[in-house]
């Protein structure tokens, strides 16, 4: 059973299920409020633990507005960089060989040619970037399609404005946001089985909450 609370402009979801203990999630990438609460209890007890929890959810969710809100990126170094949620500087290594990046300690390393301008520099890390969920992405479809019982055609990986993931139920393909590789890789995951129950049920209806909280649940 599903429910929604708001407090303070922030909404909460709640979803009621056979389990024993309340539980409260901030989920990135976007800082959408869960609770998953036992069957018994009535909602003005779940509004009255997250109110307890009210500012908890703020901080969870302003870290996750701050990761958001990089200002433009330079290129240069000792700027902060995200990997799977982690924060990195950023090495520039200028070298007469082929572009190279790679995650050294704290360190992103982004080796280019003399001279590379900001846009070319920009273009290498963002196709390193795509390479990571690229090399991640069929492990977990191959994870959930018999756990599904869905099968995923193929994938696509490019940058999005609004979307984290989109899918085409007709084709059999999913699209996965660029950006994901500076999310934890919980995100991915996340995103991946979300596109492929959208082979199940195209729309954002109660069934696909559902099959969401089946094979995904907080």
Sequence with gaps: MANT???GGIVVTVIQKP????????????????????NHMNLETIRSFAISKLEWIKRSQKKLRDQERETPREYTDWESHYVWGRCYFLEVIEREAAPHVEVKHDSLVLQVRPGTDVGKKQAIV????????KDITPSLIQK?????G??????????MKT???SCNPTSGNIRLNTELAKKPRECLESVVVHEMAHLIEPTHNHHFTAIMDRFMPL
Excluded: C, T
């Design 5 to 7: 609370i708001e407090l």
């Design 19 to 38: 389990i024993k203990n309340i539980h409260l999630s901030v989920n990135p990438p976007d800082g959408k409020v869960r609770i998953s609460a036992p």
């Design 126 to 133: 963002d196709h390193w970037y795509r390479d990571q969920i």
């Design 144 to 148: 959930w399609e018999p756990v599904m």
């Design 150 to 159: 869905v099968k995923v055609a193929n994938f696509f990986i490019q940058r």
């Design 163 to 165: 979307r984290w993931g």
